[in-house]
C-alpha cells in the first residue's frame, strides 16, 4: 500500500511540474504574440512595396539667362512604385509661367534614410521633358503670331523630409532646378527669333502620396 501511494504521489509531482511549465510556456508564447500583434501607429507607407499615387506642387524660384526673376509653378500627378529602400516614379503635370501653360512629365528617384522611422529625411533627383501647350514651335502647322517657346529639358535635385500618417505619406523638400526655356517669336520673313531663356534656381516642393 505504502508502495502505490509513493508511485502516486510522485505522479502527481510529475503532473504538476509539467502542468507550471505549461502555464509558464503559455504565459511567455501569449506576451510574445500579444507584442507582435499589436498594430502599428503607423503603416509606414514608405516602407510598402506597391505602386504608389500622390500629387504634388513644385514652385521654383529662377533667374534666367538674361537676368531675369521668373516663379515657375508645376501640378503633377505621380505614379510609381515603392522598392527597396527608394521610390521610383514618373509624373505628368501642368506647369505654368508667366501666365504661360506647359505639360511637363518626369522621371523621380527617392532614396529614404531611417525610412521605418515616422520622420524619415531623403533625397532625390528628377529629369524629364516639358512641352508648351500653345503649339510646337517646329510643328510644321504652326501659323501663330504670339510667342511661343521650344520643348524642353528640366531636372532637379535636392533633399527633404518625409512623414508618414495612418493613411498617406507627406513630404516637403528643398532643393536647385534648372530649365531649358526658348522663347521664339515670330520675325520679318516668317523666320523665328528664339531667345534663350534658361533658368535656375530654387525648388521648393510639397507632396502627398496615397
Given at each position: 500500500?505504502?508502495?502505490?501511494?509513493?508511485?502516486?504521489?510522485?505522479?502527481?509531482?510529475?503532473?504538476?511540474?509539467?502542468?507550471?511549465?505549461?502555464?509558464?510556456?503559455?504565459?511567455?508564447?501569449?506576451?510574445?504574440?500579444?507584442?507582435?500583434?499589436?498594430?502599428?501607429?503607423?503603416?509606414?507607407?514608405?516602407?510598402?512595396?506597391?505602386?504608389?499615387?500622390?500629387?504634388?506642387?513644385?514652385?521654383?524660384?529662377?533667374?534666367?539667362?538674361?537676368?531675369?526673376?521668373?516663379?515657375?509653378?508645376?501640378?503633377?500627378?505621380?505614379?510609381?512604385?515603392?522598392?527597396?529602400?527608394?521610390?521610383?516614379?514618373?509624373?505628368?503635370?501642368?506647369?505654368?509661367?508667366?501666365?504661360?501653360?506647359?505639360?511637363?512629365?518626369?522621371?523621380?528617384?527617392?532614396?529614404?534614410?531611417?525610412?521605418?522611422?515616422?520622420?524619415?529625411?531623403?533625397?532625390?533627383?528628377?529629369?524629364?521633358?516639358?512641352?508648351?501647350?500653345?503649339g510646337n514651335i517646329n510643328s510644321r502647322?504652326?501659323?501663330?503670331?504670339?510667342s511661343q517657346y521650344d520643348p524642353g529639358?528640366?531636372?532637379?535635385?535636392?533633399?527633404?523630409?518625409?512623414?508618414?500618417?495612418?493613411?498617406?505619406?507627406?513630404?516637403?523638400?528643398?532643393?536647385?532646378?534648372?530649365?531649358?526655356?526658348?522663347?521664339?517669336?515670330?520675325?520679318?520673313?516668317?523666320?523665328m527669333i528664339r531667345t534663350d531663356r534658361?533658368?535656375?534656381?530654387?525648388?521648393?516642393?510639397?507632396?502627398?502620396?496615397?
Open positions: 500500500m505504502k508502495q502505490f501511494l509513493l508511485v502516486i504521489f510522485l505522479l502527481s509531482a510529475l503532473y504538476t511540474n509539467a502542468a507550471n511549465s505549461k502555464d509558464k510556456t503559455t504565459v511567455e508564447e501569449e506576451k510574445t504574440l500579444g507584442t507582435d500583434s499589436e498594430e502599428p501607429k503607423y503603416s509606414l507607407l514608405r516602407m510598402q512595396n506597391k505602386v504608389i499615387a500622390g500629387l504634388e506642387l513644385n514652385v521654383n524660384p529662377s533667374v534666367t539667362l538674361i537676368d531675369e526673376f521668373l516663379v515657375r509653378s508645376v501640378v503633377n500627378f505621380r505614379i510609381g512604385y515603392r522598392l527597396n529602400k527608394h521610390v521610383l516614379t514618373g509624373s505628368l503635370g501642368v506647369e505654368f509661367s508667366e501666365k504661360l501653360m506647359f505639360m511637363p512629365i518626369t522621371i523621380d528617384y527617392k532614396y529614404y534614410f531611417n525610412r521605418e522611422k515616422v520622420w524619415a529625411p531623403y533625397i532625390y533627383g528628377q529629369a524629364g521633358y516639358s512641352w508648351h501647350l500653345k502647322y504652326n501659323t501663330s503670331k504670339y529639358a528640366l531636372a532637379s535635385i535636392g533633399l527633404g523630409y518625409s512623414f508618414t500618417t495612418t493613411l498617406n505619406e507627406f513630404y516637403f523638400a528643398l532643393g536647385y532646378s534648372y530649365r531649358n526655356y526658348v522663347e521664339a517669336v515670330p520675325g520679318p520673313n516668317k523666320e534658361s533658368m535656375n534656381g530654387v525648388a521648393i516642393t510639397v507632396g502627398v502620396n496615397f
